[in-house]
């Protein structure tokens, strides 16, 4: 970034002074003269904002999906997407969706425009939030709603409950993201912004998200499938490594912080040197990759106890 040129800091300095030099001789004549400068009268306060008015509705829903099914995810602006992994063949999807108006009426109103809707067929089911940040969708369906409506406070959050080894695919905004006990491909872009937790012990997993602070926590001793890339543009990420973990693990920090190292078991791979920002890995007889990057923020390597 190029530095202001000096001629600029002159103007703004000389600019300050003016104003200060404007105001200065009224209030010099009047404390010379023993005269008591008037105090000028208080600016009427505007009447406080009545508080918004908020109402939480929950809705429930569940949908088969066969083996080998893929579950997408489409989440709010605002709002956290919590995925569990289970044993039946089924999707259950919880939603809280909260919403805030000035009145009842336009409550009703805005909650029935920023909700969500479920598509689904054999293998493959869809959440999607449908919500007044779409232009698109607000044009068409809040036509002659107030201007200052759809500037009003929501925010859904998601939990689902999916088959363990299904196709997993989110798009969230900002808020928590919590993943468990999923081993099929994962795909993942998320606002982030709160902290977010991935315990995970395998699958083929790629991950974006824009703001941590991120857990990755691995229970297992080794990582079932592929492996995971996850890539944090800004926020701390610490990776959490069972006793006798065996896998690569790759892990580097673009611009400012560090990578930290504190399990024991990781050493560097062959013709690799780690530095402050870098480290290629090998612990134990190695295996899948685990590969990290952070724009801005501390990348930690640390054991736990896989009990944890």
Known sequence: MKSTPPKIHARALLFALAVVSAAAPA??????????????????QAAPAAPLLKRTTTRREVR??????????YGAPEGSVTVEGWSRDEVEITAEVEQSADTEENLTRLAALNTFAIDDDVNHVRVMTAGLHDRKYAKRAARGLPKHLPGMPWRIDYRLKVPAAVDLEINAGRGALVISGVEGGLRINAGGGAESLFAL????????????????????????????????????????????FSGDVDAEVLRAG???????????????????RSLQGRAGQG?????????DGTLSIKQVDSRQ
Do not use: C, I, M
Request: no cysteine.
């Open 27 to 44: 209030h010099f004549a009047s404390t010379q003269s023993g005269r008591q400068p008037k105090e000028a009268k208080p600016a009427p």
């Open 201 to 244: 012990a395998g699958g083929d997993v790629e991950a974006t998200l824009a703001a941590g602070p991120v857990r990755v926590r691995v229970p297992t001793r080794s990582w079932r499938g592929r492996g995971l890339r996850l890539r944090l543009a800004s926020g701390d990420l610490t990776l959490e490594l069972p006793p006798g």
């Open 258 to 276: 560090r990578v930290e190292n504190t399990f024991a078991g990781l050493a560097p791979r062959e013709r690799t040197k780690p530095t402050e």
């Open 64 to 73: 088969r999906l066969g083996y080998g099914g893929s579950v997408t995810v």
């Open 287 to 295: 295996g899948a990759t685990l590969s990290f990057t952070v724009g």
